[in-house]
C-alpha cells in the first residue's frame, strides 16, 4: 500500500502479492474445510494439512537452496503463506486462548491491558506470558537459524509442528461441537 501510494508500482509488487494472495486462499481453503457440514468429522484435518505444507518447503527449501527474491523462494513463501492461512483460520476457530499467532501485539495488549494496576484482574497472565517469551525465543532461535540457510530453520519448524501435531488433532477446545450439532458460529 504504502509502494502503491507512492506511485511506485513495479515487479517487486509479487513479494507482497504473492503471500497475501496465498495466504488468503488458505484461509478460504481452511474456512470449507471447518464450515462445511459434510466435513465435520474432519475440522482439525487442517493442522495436519498445515504440517504437510511446511514439509513440502523445508524439503523445497533444502533442495533449491533459493536466493532471496528469486523464483523458488516465492514459490516456497507461496506454500508458507498458504499453510499460515490455514493456521490462522484453525486457530481462530479452534478459540485458542492468548496466542495471536498472527499479530504478537494483540498479545501484549492483552496482558498489559488486563493488569491490576489499571484496574484489570490479571486472568491468564501466565499464558499470556509465555505465548510472548515462545514468541521471543522462537524469533531468536529462527534468526540464528536462517545464518545455515533457509532449509535449516525451516526443517526446524517442521520438527516442531510434527511435535505439536498430536496435541493440535486430538484436543478438545470449546469451538468443538457435540456430536450431531452444528458448527459454532464465529
Not at 484489570?120 to 506470558?129: C, L, Q, Y
Not at 534468526?143 to 525451516?154: C, E, I, Q, S, Y
Request: aromatic fraction near 12%.
Amino acid at each position: 500500500a504504502f509502494r502503491i501510494g507512492q506511485g511506485q508500482v513495479d515487479s517487486s509488487l509479487a513479494l507482497y502479492l504473492v503471500p497475501l494472495i496465498f495466504f488468503s486462499v488458505g484461509a478460504v481453503a481452511c474456512g470449507y474445510l471447518l464450515w462445511n457440514q459434510r466435513l465435520a468429522g474432519r475440522r482439525r484435518h487442517g493442522f495436519v494439512a498445515v504440517a504437510v505444507l511446511v514439509g513440502v518447503a523445508a524439503v523445497l527449501a533444502l533442495v533449491w537452496q533459493p536466493e532471496s527474491f528469486s523464483t523458488y523462494s516465492m514459490v516456497i513463501v507461496g506454500i508458507l503463506a498458504l499453510g499460515m492461512g490455514m493456521q490462522n483460520a484453525m486457530v481462530l476457530y479452534h478459540l485458542v486462548p492468548d496466542v495471536a499467532t498472527n499479530v504478537m501485539t494483540l498479545t501484549l495488549v492483552r496482558l498489559l491491558s488486563n493488569w491490576s494496576i489499571v484496574g484489570g484482574t490479571n486472568a491468564r497472565w501466565h499464558f499470556r506470558t509465555g505465548a510472548l517469551l515462545i514468541f521471543f525465543a522462537s524469533a531468536a532461535a529462527g534468526a540464528f537459524l536462517v545464518r545455515f540457510g533457509p532449509a535449516t530453520g525451516l526443517l526446524t519448524a517442521f520438527v516442531v509442528y510434527l511435535v505439536a501435531l498430536p496435541f493440535l488433532v486430538l484436543a478438545k477446545s470449546p469451538a468443538d461441537p457435540a456430536p450431531d450439532s452444528p458448527a459454532p458460529v464465529a
